[in-house]
């Protein structure tokens, strides 16, 4: 770890979040657990605190997480992510913000059907501005992969418009128990949005649990990625 950082985990009371805590708190993190209810964030937080064992993980409201975390993570439904970002834009002062959203529009959510006007991760850096830096990761990572404990031989696909952005993610990706890549910027966001509905469809037609996916023929992340 290059360094302990203080980590908001929105919606981290729900399956991604609740696993990326955990990971992180594994990895020796601070972090809080973000909520519509203060009250449902302390329990998690208690949960991910005994699993992890660190003393380190606290649980609060979505706004007052996002206030305190140097990074925050949106992990909620396509359904509430616009209000989610609403509640909590006064909260942003310039940090690192990774967007885990999959534009799922249930029930049909193993059909790939984005949004109008591109990826979420686009969306989301328009909507919040200056006052957050975006990042997309972590739309390919089954949840009950990052909770089973078991190792991870999937990809985090990486996006953000600035490359220290995406080395920071791509390092937590790490610290997560996956393998971060550097993927571009925010507009490739399209590409990870759309593959978790073919996963999901995959998921169902081989009776699998957690499919993800593999980037072949690489070995290791550059040391300095391109610019865009
Ligand atoms: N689950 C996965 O394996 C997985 C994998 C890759 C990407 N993703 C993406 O990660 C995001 C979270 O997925 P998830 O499965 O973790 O979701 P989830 O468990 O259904 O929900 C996460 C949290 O979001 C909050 N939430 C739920 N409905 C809400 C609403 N209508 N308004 C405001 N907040 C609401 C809840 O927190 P509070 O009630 O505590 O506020 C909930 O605990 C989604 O965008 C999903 O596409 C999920």
Same mark, same amino acid.
């Given at each position: ?17 609740? =696993?990326?805590?955990? #990971?992180? /708190?594994?990895?020796? @993190?601070? &972090? +809080?657990? !973000? ?31 996002a ?58 850096q328009?909507?919040? =501005?200056?006052?957050? #830096?975006? /990042?997309?990761a972590? @739309?390919? &990572? +089954?949840? !009950? ?12 696909l ?7 952005t ?14 971060g ?17 073919i996963l ?11 499919a ?17």
């Open positions: 770890m290059s360094g302990r950082k203080r980590i908001a985990v929105l919606g981290g009371t729900g399956n991604l979040g609740y =696993g990326l805590a955990l #990971r992180w /708190a594994r990895a020796g @993190h601070e &972090i +809080a657990i !973000g909520s519509r209810s203060a009250d449902r964030a302390q329990e998690a937080a208690g949960r991910i605190g005994e699993a992890s064992g660190s003393s380190d993980v606290t649980g609060m409201d979505n706004a007052t997480a206030q305190w975390g140097e990074i925050v993570t949106l992990t909620v439904p396509w359904a509430a992510h616009d209000a989610t970002l609403e509640t909590i834009l006064p909260s942003l002062h310039g940090q690192v913000l990774i967007d885990t959203t999959v534009p799922l529009k249930p029930p049909r959510v193993a059909v790939v059907q984005l949004p109008e006007g591109g990826p979420v991760a686009v969306r989301t328009a909507l919040v =501005g200056d006052r957050a #830096r975006v /990042a997309g972590f @739309h390919n &990572i +089954a949840a !009950g992969l990052l909770t089973s404990g078991a190792v991870i031989d999937c990809d985090v990486v996006t953000a418009d600035d490359p220290e995406r080395r920071l993610v791509i390092e937590l990706a790490g610290e997560a128990g996956c393998r890549l550097d993927a571009g910027p925010l507009a490739n966001s399209v590409v990870p949005e759309a593959l978790t509905s999901i469809h995959i998921n169902r037609t081989y009776r699998a649990g957690h993800g996916i593999r980037i072949t023929g690489i070995e290791t992340c550059p040391d300095e990625p391109p610019s865009d």
